[in-house]
């Protein structure tokens, strides 16, 4: 790897996944209630959002962005041979993100097109960040990467500018999901295979069936996921995006039976990874349901958004955690527990539309098991973060998502 001086700063900023994935729980773990409180009238909202439009934001913009930051500020290193960002440009960038919440609340008492500018630059930076470090490490085929990125660099602005102009944000907030729920596609399409091929190797060795290798099949799965994706951005209740998200479902459907998950039942860490992805073709489907007025749009959102986005977030945040603070893969009953309540989240938020006939209060459920989850979460991970790693090891490298 290219040498940089070491970080004699504190821990927290040694590493890419530190700050943003400790950021990221501790946010989820304080956002949720608060909504809930702001939801029930219980706490006055200081921004210039309309409140739905903040609590979508923040889950995709605040939450959202701050994993993939994580990620790929410990991903990138093992792309392109270089040491990581650490230091002060980590926790410069990490204070950037930190005002954009502050900014989206109303603590800075800012304009609107400077909430926007504020809130903004985050993605921009982090797109600089990984470009520098891709072209230095001559890495060019994983440039690709900084498309996704600024697309949902593009998607906050247009958030912000639909409250701006129009009062409340619809394309934005569906396109920002989107662009999430494809990253899952791409990325997770890549590291499921790779990390269930790793374990049944170790496991069951070589001879083992393993995971079918990615293949025209796994593009064509990308590729019609990106136009039901686009679709649904555009006309989530036309026709043709009804379709080609049922199709896009049940071609993703076939595409995560291929990776043998079945096989991978003794590994907690793994069967979360599965598990997560199923809900993208859950989502889809019921999204394409939808479109025919069959199921609502709604449940479809908190499918893709608790179930995927939530579930895969925090399943790779636990795995690159355990893995880069050099503590074996395991899981434990904590963690497990976690990821559990927050399927079940998933589940209980959509259980009130569901079930109209009987008295459910989904909502405050859903929010409750949540917030439990990242309680356990925030319980298991921040001791790890904010220490220097006891011991040290190679970790595990994340596949390219070329």
């Not at 600089?128 to 470090?133: G, L, N, T, Y």
């Not at 009987?358 to 356990?376: C, N, R």
Request: glycine letters at 10%; one cysteine or more.
């Amino acid at each position: 790897m290219t040498s940089r001086p070491a970080c004699t700063g504190p821990a927290l900023f040694s590493y890419g996944f530190r700050p943003f994935f400790g950021g990221a729980s501790i946010f989820a773990l304080i956002v949720v209630p608060v909504w809930l409180l702001i939801w029930e009238g219980s706490l006055e909202f200081q921004g210039h959002f309309p409140i739905v439009d903040w609590h979508i934001h923040e889950m995709i913009f605040g939450y959202g962005s701050a994993v993939l930051a994580g990620f790929l500020f410990t991903a990138v290193p093992n792309w392109t041979g270089r040491m990581p960002i650490k230091g002060w440009p980590l926790a410069l960038l990490f204070f950037v993100w930190i005002l954009g919440r502050l900014a989206l609340w109303g603590a800075l008492a800012a304009a609107p097109l400077v909430v926007l500018a504020v809130d903004g630059i985050f993605l921009l930076l982090v797109a600089a960040m990984i470009a520098r470090e891709v072209i230095a490490g001559k890495n060019w085929r994983n440039l690709k990467v900084l498309v996704p990125v600024l697309l949902l660099a593009a998607g906050n602005v247009l958030y912000h500018l639909e409250v701006l102009l129009v009062g409340s944000s619809d394309y934005g907030r569906r396109l920002g999901i989107a662009l999430l729920v494809f990253l899952i596609m791409l990325i997770g399409g890549r590291i499921i295979p790779s990390f269930t091929r790793n374990w049944l190797a170790k496991e069951r060795g070589k001879e083992a069936p393993m995971p079918v290798a990615f293949a025209r099949f796994d593009g064509l799965c990308l590729a019609v996921g990106a136009m039901a994706m686009i679709g649904w951005v555009l006309a989530p209740e036309a026709s043709v995006s009804g379709l080609l998200l049922l199709l896009a479902g049940v071609l993703h459907v076939a595409r995560l039976t291929r990776w043998r998950g079945h096989a991978v039942l003794a590994s907690p860490l793994l069967v979360m990874l599965h598990l997560a992805y199923f809900f993208v073709p859950i989502g889809l489907m019921v999204s394409g349901f939808a479109a025919f007025g069959l199921m609502e749009q709604v449940a479809a959102v908190h499918l893709l958004g608790i179930g995927a986005v939530g579930g895969m977030t925090v399943a790779v945040m636990m795995r690159a955690s355990l893995g880069h603070t050099a503590r074996p893969l395991v899981a434990g009953w904590v963690l497990s527990i976690g990821f559990v309540l927050l399927l079940l989240a998933a589940l209980a938020r959509i259980a009130g539309n569901a079930l109209p006939l009987v008295e459910f209060d989904g909502v405050h459920l859903s929010g409750g098991l949540w917030t439990l989850s990242f309680a356990l979460l925030c319980l298991r991970l921040l001791p790890w973060l904010l220490r220097a790693n006891s011991a040290r090891r190679k970790p595990n490298s994340a596949p390219s998502p070329s």
